[in-house]
């Protein structure tokens, strides 16, 4: 499964990309205000650090405008991956875009259905929020199995990009079920590494390594 970082905050990034598990990287206009920096200049840092797929979001409602956007974004930098909202005017959007070769991420994927209309639209990946359905009280990673289920019936080239990713459980159960990619704020990717066993372990061997002679 590959491993995107879910921010715009380029020094997480720098942090992630050192440890070497991040292969690509999520934005959207809540992470991008975060920052407090402009847009162009965040995207065009993290294409600088990490040289793999970079979402960047359009916020047009409609196709004509996503379209404009995606032009402009996809001539910043040959990594850029345009994100585009699960609406009708998206999916005419994200055609468009499949036709003239530019990825996209068809975000805010809330059921199967729309999963299904956005591989059949062309999508490059198709992002389930799993976070957001456990808030209320529907069990995200469901989603993630039946959208498995269904792209591999008719073997759909889209990518399950699992999103809206809140804690270690939802990495490992996306990994389990065969999503091709998490997508991971950084606190999570920091749960990710620690094990209190790993951390005992350490401190047994460096007590033992004091009795060495040397
Ligand atoms: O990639 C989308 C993701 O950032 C949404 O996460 O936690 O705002 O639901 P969250």
């Known amino acids: 499964m590959k491993i ?3 921010t715009a905050d380029v020094k ?17 206009p809540s992470l991008m205000a975060k920052t407090g920096r402009k847009h162009r200049e965040v995207i065009e840092e993290i294409v600088s650090i990490v040289d793999g797929p970079i979402s960047v979001e359009a916020v047009s409602l ?11 974004f996809s001539g910043w930098h040959k990594n850029i991956v345009v994100k585009l909202p ?3 005017e998206g999916l005419k959007a994200t055609k468009l875009c499949a036709q003239e070769g530019i990825p996209t991420n068809v975000t805010l994927v809330f059921s199967v259905n729309q999963a299904l209309l956005a591989a059949k639209a062309g999508a490059s990946y198709a992002s389930p929020f799993v976070g957001r359905l456990d ?13 498995r289920q269904v792209y591999d019936n ?9 999103a809206s990713i809140r804690h270690p459980i939802h990495v490992k159960e996306a990994a389990l ?13 920091q ?22 002679p040397k």
């Open 135 to 147: 808030d209320i009280s529907e069990t995200g990673m469901n989603l993630i199995s039946e959208i």
């Open 191 to 212: 749960q990710l590494t620690r094990h209190p066993l790993t951390d005992i372990g350490i401190q047994r061997f460096l007590e033992d390594w004091k009795k060495v």
């Open 4 to 6: 995107f970082i879910d």
């Open 12 to 28: 997480e990034i720098r942090e992630a990309h050192e440890m070497g598990v991040i292969d690509g990287v999520t934005t959207n």
């Open 86 to 88: 699960m609406t009708s």
């Open 154 to 162: 008719y073997g759909f080239k889209t990518q399950i990009l699992t």
């Open 62 to 72: 409609e196709a004509k405008g996503m379209m404009k956007e995606a032009h402009e």
């Open 177 to 189: 079920i065969g999503s091709d990619v998490a997508t991971v704020p950084f606190n999570v990717i």
